[in-house]
């Protein structure tokens, strides 16, 4: 079984404030910290440093080598990462403010991939191999489509959560993976109440599996025939960026081993709290000794 993350890739050019920018208003920051990002490069960092060998497949810009350099440094393997020497890479405007983000997002060479590049690498993989995949790149129904051709197990991280989401072929996903306002939109329930969204994805999606992330209230697995919570570790968040990148990244590397739902929503609940207590995104991704 080979691993598959065709995601995205960003500089994260982080401010921390004082409080959110207010319409109109220009303000100083009180520190700024420049570090790599994307919620694909995250979550390949997070899957390989919960025990997976991963391969990201994405599109870097002229100012990318770098991320190649970053990647490989961890042991990710970069053999379907492609640099783009004509266009600049994405980047992410990020707020944090007593432990809260808020980010603006620009895709660059992120949003310029296309059906040739997708068939150059799917072309590696086959039946049993697994797909993840966020919603920060382009050719997304291309990608399922191809991988669903192949026989490949799909995860699909929603997140940013828009109306694209619906073009794409749900039916052809496995795995869904959702934060709290991801499921709501998702299942397109009007409630608030967690049991309304669980009920609404349970409907709706009722042949797939669906983890969701509700902060400090923990998380759930919502699959054919059961729920299972999680409580969340109490700590005092310092910045919550990569926190769900944590999350999906240790929980799928747990679940693809030994489908042990319980255990793969222990870790990951572990890893992302320790990812709260850090600055910065995959910087603050902890090593699986630190779970131990």
Partial sequence: MKVLNFGSLNYDHVYEVDHFVLPGETMSSLSYMRGFGG???NQSIA?????????????VGYDGQDFIDYLNKYGVKTDYLLKDEKNAGGHARIEVCRGENRIVL????????????????????????????????SSMSYI?????????????NTAPMNELVFSYPLDLIDLFIVNETEGRGLSECDSEKIEDIIL????????????MTVGKDGSYYIGKDMVVYQKAYPVT????????????????ASYLKDKDVKKALDLA???SSITVQGKGAADSIPEMKDLL
Avoid: S
């Fill in 39 to 41: 919620k694909g490069l």
């Fill in 47 to 59: 899957l390989k440093k919960a025990g997976l060998d991963v391969y990201h497949a994405g599109r």
């Fill in 106 to 137: 620009y895709g660059g060479a992120n949003q310029l991939i296309d059906e040739k590049q997708v068939d150059d690498v799917l072309e590696h993989f086959e039946e049993g191999d697994v797909l993840l995949l966020q919603n920060e790149i």
């Fill in 144 to 156: 399922i489509r191809k991988a669903r051709e192949l026989g490949m197990y799909i995860a699909f």
């Fill in 200 to 211: 609404a994805l349970k409907e709706k999606y009722a042949d797939k599996e669906v983890v």
């Fill in 237 to 252: 968040a310092v910045d919550t960026t990569a926190a769900g990148d944590t999350f999906t990244g240790f929980f799928l």
């Fill in 269 to 271: 609940a572990k890893a």
